[in-house]
């Protein structure tokens, strides 16, 4: 157990942080999977604009990494642009 007061604060800050990561995180794969189930290309284009924004938001707070995030992207637009 930590023995200083500011190493008290940091443990509950972390597990703030933990939480929030792991709600974001999951959001975005709901999203993600939401996105690539869609059968349609005008219904992707139209979801596109909102799952790119998700993704690239994680990755500027450090949920997710940048490459990570630049490999989703990619396979979503790989996926839209196969089916037009």
């Known amino acids: ?3 200083h007061k500011s190493a008290l604060k940091r443990i509950r800050q972390n597990e703030k942080k933990r939480l929030a990561n ?3 995180a999951k959001t975005m794969r709901n999203a993600l999977k ?3 189930n869609i059968q349609q290309a ?9 799952v790119v924004s998700l993704i690239d938001k ?3 707070k ?3 990494h940048k490459n990570k995030a630049a490999n989703l992207k990619s396979g ?3 996926k839209l642009n196969k089916m037009a």
């Open 62 to 64: 450090g949920v997710i």
């Open 22 to 24: 792991r709600y974001w």
């Open 34 to 36: 939401k996105a690539r």
């Open 76 to 78: 979503l637009m790989i």
């Open 58 to 60: 994680l990755a500027k």
């Open 42 to 50: 005008s219904e992707l284009k139209e979801k596109m604009p909102e």
């Open 1 to 3: 157990m930590a023995n």
